[in-house]
């Protein structure tokens, strides 16, 4: 007989070692893989301020002329190139930035949008990007895109 409340005593000690090891395991890898609405925002936060930035270079390499006759055109030509909204969502740069996340660029075109005008000797230009970029952490996926951004001078 007390072999058999030891064999009991065991198999009921192995239940409650398997079931601590499991809700260990549970825990420390639960949430690893969720992508945060944060993460996407910081990213968008980023590359929304590059393409601020390589709108500020854009109008200061278009002469005035162009800005005001077919200010689209030549800013649309220096932002879509390969210096421009490019390089701001250069993968080796977005994911050394943001550690823990694969930063892909979905294939396709970049689709970037230019629209603006002068108003009162004032310049606003507004620059719209669909370039998707992928988002992978441990099995969640997001892909972010409709990047926006706005420049307003007081002399282009």
């Known amino acids: 007989m007390p072999k058999r409340g ?4 065991f198999i009921v000690l192995g239940i409650v070692i398997f079931a601590v090891i499991a809700v260990v ?6 949430g690893q893989g969720i992508i ?20 500020d270079e854009a109008i200061a390499g278009c002469n005035t002329e162009q800005i005001i006759d077919g200010f689209s055109d030549c800013i649309k030509g220096r932002i879509d190139g390969d210096n421009g ?13 943001f550690i823990g ?6 294939s ?3 689709n970037v949008f230019v629209s603006g005008q002068s108003i009162n000797e004032y310049c606003f230009v507004d620059v719209v990007s669909r370039y998707p970029l992928v988002i992978s952490k441990g099995g969640s ?8 951004a706005r420049h307003t001078s007081p002399n282009c």
């Open 6 to 9: 030891q064999v009991t005593t």
């Open 25 to 30: 395991f549970y825990l420390s890898f639960s």
């Open 141 to 148: 996926r997001v892909t972010v895109n409709d990047f926006n």
């Open 36 to 55: 945060t609405s944060a993460e996407r925002n910081s990213i968008r936060d980023y590359v929304e301020g590059c393409l601020e930035a390589k709108i």
């Open 101 to 106: 996340l694969d930063i892909g660029v979905s």
């Open 85 to 97: 909204f490019r390089e701001c969502i250069n993968q080796p740069r977005l994911s050394s930035r």
């Open 108 to 110: 396709g075109t970049s």
